[in-house]
């Protein structure tokens, strides 16, 4: 795909999550990797009104080339990439209910949701929780590299999830599937569940093997 049909896709995506309240005000952020560097988000843009125009663009080594200054967590992206060579777009949400799953205390930060649906093991498969660091704080960068080269989605304490994928349109599904997922876990709190077994996990993992 080329450069003008990716700003374009990162437009088009960035709205439709927007419009569904995925995202809100000047939260949240996308990137997609190019042959010589990356396209992302501006900061402080909103991505219900992104110009495709003005959508940052990086060399290899995270200098502006052209277009609005960066995300200020622009790293939390080229660390991804750096720690996953096979992705070629991450997008980090503050959507809600996955907020709320990284606000909970009694999680297992290995992994913090269980394998309630076969489309959440398909599309996450284990999700680590990452400690809470003020936004912006390069040891947030560091913790993220810790656990990407093994997890293509982590969450960010208190802050949102970060998910990498092969495409654009992968990470989009990726993180959506992980909010519906954090809602569903939320609304079935003191009930019984019956989560997928550790056999139907690995069957799932077998026919569907993840190459992000």
Known sequence: MNETKLR???VGLAKSMFDRGLTFGSSGNISVRLDDGWLMTPTGSTMGTLDPARLSKLDINGRLISGDK???EAFLHTTMYERRPKANAV???HSTHSVALGCLHDVDPANVLPPLTAYFVMRIGTL??????????LKLAEAVGEMASRHHAVLLANHGPVV?????????YATEELEETAKLFLALQNLRTRPLTSEQVADLHRRFPQNI
């Not at 680590?128 to 704080?137: E, K, N, S």
Request: hydrophobic fraction near 40%.
């Open 91 to 93: 997008v980090h949400l």
């Open 8 to 10: 374009d896709e990162i």
């Open 128 to 137: 680590p929780l990452i400690p809470y660091f003020a936004p912006g704080d």
């Open 164 to 172: 990498a994928g092969k495409t654009l349109q992968d990470a989009v």
């Open 70 to 72: 960066p995300t200020k």
